[in-house]
């Protein structure tokens, strides 16, 4: 069974900058997207941004020109390079890759930005 392995996150004061990254662990076939959602505490689950199998990027609008989505095909990764963090991106970051039959998640990782 294929597993999603998010890594990258931690504690960082706003301003700072995090890269979180996630892999598969064996490939997936026929992949349309790749992407990472978050979810603070008390809340529900968001979309923080997405890139297409053809490279399309789509982000959610308190992130944009902040956080920048990225793929590795051959390796079946998703990065998210969050730059500029503010207290309210704390939450914990989860990674989404959808192919043709299902949705993939990963277990989650957390990141707190300190005031």
């Known amino acids: 069974q294929v597993q999603l392995v998010e890594s990258g996150g931690g504690l960082v004061q706003a301003g700072g900058s995090l890269r979180l990254s996630c892999a598969a662990s064996?490939?997936?076939?026929?992949?349309?997207?790749m992407g990472w959602y978050r979810q603070a505490p008390g809340k529900q689950r968001e979309f923080v941004a997405v890139?297409?199998?053809?490279?399309?990027?789509n982000y959610a609008d308190s992130v944009k020109g902040r956080f920048t989505i990225s793929r590795d095909n051959a390796k079946n990764s998703v990065f998210l390079q969050m730059n500029g963090l503010k207290p309210e991106d704390t939450a914990v970051y989860y990674c989404?890759?959808?192919?043709?039959?299902?949705?993939?998640w990963g277990q989650g990782t957390q990141v707190t930005v300190s005031s």
């Open positions: 989404k890759v959808t192919n043709w039959l299902r949705d993939y």
């Open positions: 064996r490939s997936i076939s026929s992949i349309t997207s």
């Open positions: 890139i297409t199998s053809g490279g399309s990027t």
